[in-house]
Every structure is written in structure tokens, then in C-alpha cells.
């Protein structure tokens, strides 16, 4: 099984910055992507940004320019960096990861339990 633990949430104020770690852990053959999520109340779960196996990403138009998705694959960890922040940006942010736990199991997505971005003055 593929454990998936986020970190890095918190309070901030419009304009500033937070950083959000996604780790995985457990049984892992290979990972395939790793990818931030937002929710907001009442609204449905939406792709923030992407980073796939081989290195590309993809951004939210909303986040363009203002957040950087970053992996380091010996920790398999995927990191946020958000900069510029807007109260619109609050929402509990959940990481996925996309891995097979072993050799012969199918890609599956593995989801952390969220962490809550409030960004308010």
C-alpha cells in the first residue's frame, strides 16, 4: 500500500507565500506523477499543478506564474511553492499520487488526507 502525508498549510495573508511537502511512502514500485489538488467549500476537487514521471508539468491558468511544482524523486516527494497569494486561493489542498505498489499491480492514485490553505487578512 502507498501511504500519502501532506504538510505545510497554515494562515497567511494576501500577497504571501506558502510552501506544501507531499510524501509517499509504503510499498512502491514506481511512481508515475504526483499532483497537487484544491477544494474549496461546496465545490468539486481541481487540479492545481502536475508533475509526471518524465518531468513535465502542468499548471492550473490560475496558479500560472504564481506557483512552482517541484519533485524530488529519492525522497519521492512532490513539493508547492505558492507565491502571490490570493484569498481565492483558500482551500484544502490534497496531494495524489499515481504508482503501482508493486511490479505486477496496475497504476493506481493514492490520496493524502488534504491540508488546509486559508489565505485572509
Known amino acids: 500500500q502507498v501511504h500519502v502525508v501532506e504538510s505545510g498549510g497554515g494562515l497567511v495573508q494576501p500577497g504571501g507565500s506558502l510552501r506544501l511537502s507531499c510524501a509517499a511512502s509504503?510499498?512502491?514500485?514506481?511512481?508515475?506523477?504526483m499532483g497537487w489538488y484544491l477544494q474549496a467549500p461546496g465545490k468539486q476537487r481541481e487540479l492545481v499543478a502536475l508533475k509526471t514521471g518524465d518531468g513535465s508539468t502542468d499548471y492550473a491558468d490560475s496558479v500560472q506564474g504564481r506557483f512552482t511544482i517541484s519533485r524530488d524523486i529519492a525522497k519521492n516527494t512532490v513539493y508547492l511553492q505558492m507565491n502571490s497569494l490570493k484569498p481565492e486561493d483558500t482551500a484544502v489542498y490534497y496531494c495524489?499520487?499515481?504508482?503501482?505498489?508493486?511490479?505486477?499491480?496496475?497504476?493506481?492514485?493514492?490520496w493524502g488526507q488534504g491540508t488546509q490553505v486559508t489565505v485572509s487578512s
Open positions: 495524489k499520487v499515481r504508482a503501482k505498489p508493486w511490479a505486477t499491480s496496475r497504476e493506481n492514485d493514492y
Open positions: 509504503g510499498s512502491i514500485f514506481s511512481i508515475y506523477a
